[in-house]
């Protein structure tokens, strides 16, 4: 079954390790996804951007896929259905689909009106035992045509999310969706430690997981994070493993490529890159 998150994350924050957040794009990544977390017993969050549910045929035919993967492979560890970057009606249009934990970002508003829009989802999501996360600072990069320059948040502004009673809280220190360029200047821990300090004991979130260095990782974990997502990095494994099986030439003498044995190979690239995220984050074992 699906689950909040909000155990999950505290669990994580009390143990400074990290939930990793892998979104998920079709049934191979899905599957993928929820096999390798099974094999190295940790929780997980399936992330579906708005872009990614309307790809896949709406929000409720994610949330039936998942929820029959769940019952078929027989996953016992703890998985979260999570809408990523979501807006304040995709949020909603999630929750009646049945997505145990939403993202509103309003990170792109007045500070008044994101915190109007958040407590609103705040008292439903509560009602209904879901996880929310909410957003103080654009990302950095662009994600589904939501675009940030990777500014760093407010403390004070963090707080006033957090203090509306949300279940984690993503701020920007600095980090970008997608390939960091070569002159990218790092994450701003002087940031997050202030927001760490303000917060307390909110599970904090870092996006834009591909491409940062581990041990800038492995600090922004022992500084609050406990939850990282990873979506690029799944992209381009995806991509090098499946571009390799075609140059290869493996189709069936003029027939084409069998879909199943086209898609096995990116299948096994992903399952690879999750493993080594949740063996970075230090959520092997802690399902």
Known sequence: MLVSAKEMLTKAKAGKYAVGQFNINNLEWTKAILLTAQECNSPVILGVSEGAGKYMCGY???????????????????????LDHGSYEGAKKCIEAGFSSVMFDGSHYPIEENIAKTKELVGICNELGL????????????????????????????KMIADLGVTMLAAGIGN?????????????????????????????????????????????????VSKINVNTECQLAFQEATRAYIEAGKDREGKGFDPRKLLAPGF?????????KMELFGSIGKA
């Open 60 to 82: 409720k035919t994610v949330v039936g896929m998942v929820k029959g993967m769940i019952e078929e492979l027989g996953i016992t560890v703890p998985v979260a259905l999570h």
């Open 176 to 224: 970008i969706h997608g390939k960091y360029p070569a002159n990218w200047a790092g994450l701003s821990f002087d940031t997050l430690a202030a927001i760490q300090e303000l917060t307390g004991t909110m599970p904090l979130v870092l996006h834009g997981g591909t491409g940062i260095p581990a041990d800038m990782i492995q600090k922004a974990i022992s500084l609050g």
């Open 268 to 276: 096994e690239a992903i399952k690879a890159t999750v493993k080594e």
């Open 131 to 158: 996880s929310l996360e909410a957003e103080v600072g654009s990302i950095g990069g662009e994600e589904d045509g939501v675009i940030g320059a990777g500014e760093c948040a407010d403390p004070n502004e963090c």
